[in-house]
């Protein structure tokens, strides 16, 4: 095996190591409260992934170029790391996704019952219970739809 080869397969444990790190980091998203974090933890990951997508290239062109065949068999196997990461990486974003949209929509339908008791208690003045409760519901309504939608 020449030294392209074991700096390409070097440049795809590094990466490989990099993208678990970041995936534990993601999965850790599940059991706390989003504060924003994903989104950065997102694109890192997706940068990552393309950065492994590309070394994996390199390595099928270095092996369609005369490389070395035992670098094919290690080629496959970080193809189908690539392919294991990108498929949990976009099942755990649709799950927390999904996880925001239901606690958005928890939330304002806590809001719409803090509206209807506001309305039932006469606090405040009873249009603006109202037009709360219109916002509360139109906010529900289009949470509902963009969710079938999907």
């Given at each position: 095996?020449n ?14 190591a990099?993208?678990?790190e ?8 599940f ?7 994903e989104?950065d933890?997102?694109?890192g990951i997706?940068l990552?992934l393309?950065q492994?997508q590309?070394v994996?290239a390199q390595m099928?062109?270095?092996i369609?170029?005369?490389?070395s ?7 496959t ?9 990108t498929?949990e990486?976009?099942r ?10 239901h ?13 209807r ?9 009873t249009k ?6 219109h ?13 079938l939608?999907?």
């Amino acid at each position: 095996m020449n030294v392209p080869s074991l700096g390409m397969i070097y440049g795809n444990i590094k990466i490989e190591a990099q993208l678990d790190e970041q995936m534990h980091s993601y999965r850790r998203l599940f059991s706390t409260k989003s504060d924003g974090a994903e989104s950065d933890l997102e694109a890192g990951i997706d940068l990552l992934l393309r950065q492994l997508q590309q070394v994996n290239a390199q390595m099928q062109a270095w092996i369609c170029s005369g490389g070395s065949e035992m670098v094919s068999h290690t080629l496959t196997r970080h193809q189908e790391i690539l392919q294991d990461l990108t498929q949990e990486f976009d099942r755990h974003r649709s799950s927390l996704r999904t996880k925001q949209e239901h606690a958005l929509l928890l939330e304002d339908f806590k809001e719409f019952d803090r509206a209807r008791l506001d309305l039932e208690s006469g606090d405040g003045s009873t249009k603006q219970a109202l037009l709360n409760e219109h916002v509360g519901i139109n906010r529900n309504t289009a949470q509902v739809i963009k969710i079938l939608r999907q």
